[in-house]
């Protein structure tokens, strides 16, 4: 028995979402045929009160296409440090869009309406100008931190005022939405494109949507195209995501309430410095000092258990769909035994 812990996203397709791909009705998608993809678009963009929605092989470019839409070569983004866009998206924003990111230095990789406003280029030509704002929700490199929504709202009010667009990666959105008790509706009324992850605690193999205003979506399809997006019989990946819609969002809770119970252990170890406050399925935590971690994920791989470094002293854990109630068991007995 393995115990993977590096990422949600190394869950596997369970019995009932296999069957429901098998079953999918499919169509040339590049055609717009797919009835599958038609009817996963259509439901997503109906959640989140949007009138487009459109289908991607991955978040990343699901969140390129975003900042193609929203920008022109040489304009900047603001965004925070931790940022999935700036840090794992493989320097895309300049690559794809010839644009700059202006970082924030947040908390937990979310920040202020007032630290966006100090982020702003003064309106001078010799300045990258500022045409945008991604935050994202939960927040990856922060441990999975949920945003407060008065405060994203403060912020829909600086682009407003300053005719920016504003993004959320909401690759892990659905965390957030079961956290917070919030919903798709309340963020579709304040974003002007959103991005979510099907593949990450909804459990899909493939799969992110991005969801949009009309006016913004309209190039979003050439854009996929030009990014090599375009799919053929993906209604196969599609039925996936709507089933997991149906069936996988309810049991994020459990995903949150064993990351919650991991927290409690590593925070009562002596060799452990510092965890993040666990708000969601991410875990992140340091060592103390003089202790590394490549001996420490080399400890627990020796036990079957799987976790991930993040760099600069911090490691991950992630729960998830296929970390069973026995994985759970196991884990947390291991980590007592650590000290
Ligand atoms: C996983 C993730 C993405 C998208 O990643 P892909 O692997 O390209 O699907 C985007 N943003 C965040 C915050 C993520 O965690």
Not at 61 to 72: E, R, W
Not at 219 to 237: C, E, I, S, T, W
């Amino acid at each position: 028995m393995i115990i993977d812990l590096r990422s949600d996203t190394v869950t596997k397709p369970s019995k009932g979402m296999l069957d429901a791909m098998m079953r999918a009705e499919i169509g040339d998608d590049v055609f717009r045929e797919d009835p599958t993809v038609n009817k996963l678009e259509a439901h997503l963009a109906k959640l989140f009160g949007k009138p487009n929605a459109l289908f991607f092989p991955s978040g990343t470019m699901a969140n390129q296409t975003a900042l193609k839409l929203h920008t022109q070569p040489g304009e900047q983004v603001i965004c925070d440090k931790y940022a999935h866009i700036y840090n794992y998206e493989s320097g895309g924003a300049s690559f794809n869009s010839g644009i700059s990111c202006k970082l924030v230095d947040g908390d937990k990789g979310m920040f202020t309406a007032k630290q966006v406003i100090e982020a702003i280029n003064p309106d001078a030509y010799y300045y990258s100008k500022t045409t945008l704002v991604e935050v994202e929700n939960t927040t990856n490199k922060g441990g999975g931190a949920c945003w407060d929504f008065e405060e994203l709202k403060k912020i829909r009010t600086v682009c407003d005022s300053n005719n920016f667009g504003y993004h959320l990666d909401g690759a892990r959105l659905w965390n957030a939405l079961v956290a917070k008790n919030e919903t798709p509706k309340q963020y579709g009324e304040l974003f002007d494109t959103i991005s979510v992850c099907l593949s990450k605690g909804l459990g899909c193999p493939v799969g992110s949507v991005l969801i949009g205003d009309e006016a913004i979506m309209e190039n979003a399809l050439r854009v996929r195209k030009v990014f090599g997006g375009n799919m053929r019989q993906a209604g196969y990946l599609a039925a996936a995501g709507l089933y997991a819609l149906e069936h996988h969002i309810d049991r994020l809770k459990e995903d949150h309430a064993k990351a919650k119970d991991i927290e409690k252990v590593l925070s009562s170890l002596s060799m452990i410095k510092k965890v993040e406050p666990v708000e969601t399925n991410i875990i992140i935590f340091e060592l103390e000092d003089g202790i590394s971690e490549t001996d420490f994920e080399e400890k627990l791989a020796s036990k079957d258990i799987r976790i991930i470094s993040m760099g600069g002293g911090k490691l991950r854990i992630t729960t998830h769909m296929d970390y069973t109630d026995d994985m759970h068991e196991k884990l947390l007995k291991t980590l007592k035994n650590l000290d």
